[in-house]
């Protein structure tokens, strides 16, 4: 069930295998900005679950998610109900290492963000995670690879060690230089949820 795909600079085959699995309900690992991240698509009910049931976490807990750009992220964003000036910072700091959240669109599946009024987003610049979404054509869940309570790894020899042959595809990839996973911070507030 398990493809392991080397790829610093991601190979156009190695991308088509990885979305193949995507839209096929799988879930995949791939590197971001400071982790390997876990990614499925957030529209998938039985992706979700699977992704869960593998990091044996509560589903009540959410998950973020990434695009390529603004417009991978507008339909999961609450637009009427989110003031400009939030837009406009989030904005500003896109793409990049900063993760903000926002209302939540009606559209949005309630299982994307748990137990959570809004929804976490980040239109990320690693290389490798941002054409992964392009190739999908829109937003992924990215949540750190590991068991729930666990250290997230930070190579794709940990991602096997975690979770061994039970992932549809790892992208092996460098990471993006970060010590720790990006910051959350409220979109309206500007308030820090997570350093």
């Known amino acids: 069930m398990h493809e392991a795909i080397a790829s610093t600079d991601p190979a156009p085959d190695a991308l088509a295998l990885a979305v193949a699995a995507l839209r096929a309900g799988g879930?995949?690992?791939?590197?971001?900005e400071a982790v390997y991240g876990l990614g499925c698509d957030p529209r998938n009910p039985v992706a979700f679950e699977r992704l869960f049931e593998l990091k044996q976490r509560p589903p009540s807990q959410g998950v973020l998610l990434i695009g390529a750009d603004f417009a991978q992220l507008a339909p999961w964003i609450d637009l009427a109900n989110t003031p400009a000036a939030a837009l406009e910072r989030a904005?500003?700091?896109?793409?990049?290492?900063?993760?903000?959240?926002f209302p939540r669109a009606a559209e949005a599946p309630p299982w994307v963000?748990?137990?959570?009024?809004?929804?976490?987003?980040?239109a990320t610049a690693h290389p490798l995670?941002?054409?992964?979404?392009?190739a999908f054509g829109g937003a992924l869940v990215s949540t750190s690879a590991n068991r729930h309570g666990a250290a997230p790894a930070r190579s794709a020899a940990?991602?096997?060690?975690?979770?061994?042959?039970a992932l549809d595809v790892v992208l092996d990839g460098a990471l993006g230089g970060l010590e720790q996973p990006t910051p959350i911070r409220d979109a309206i507030s500007g308030e820090i949820i997570r350093h």
């Open 91 to 101: 904005r500003a700091s896109w793409p990049g290492p900063h993760t903000w959240v």
């Open 158 to 165: 940990a991602v096997h060690a975690a979770f061994g042959d």
């Open 27 to 32: 879930v995949i690992a791939y590197p971001t």
């Open 113 to 122: 963000a748990g137990g959570h009024a809004g929804i976490a987003l980040r």
């Open 129 to 134: 995670a941002a054409a992964l979404c392009r």
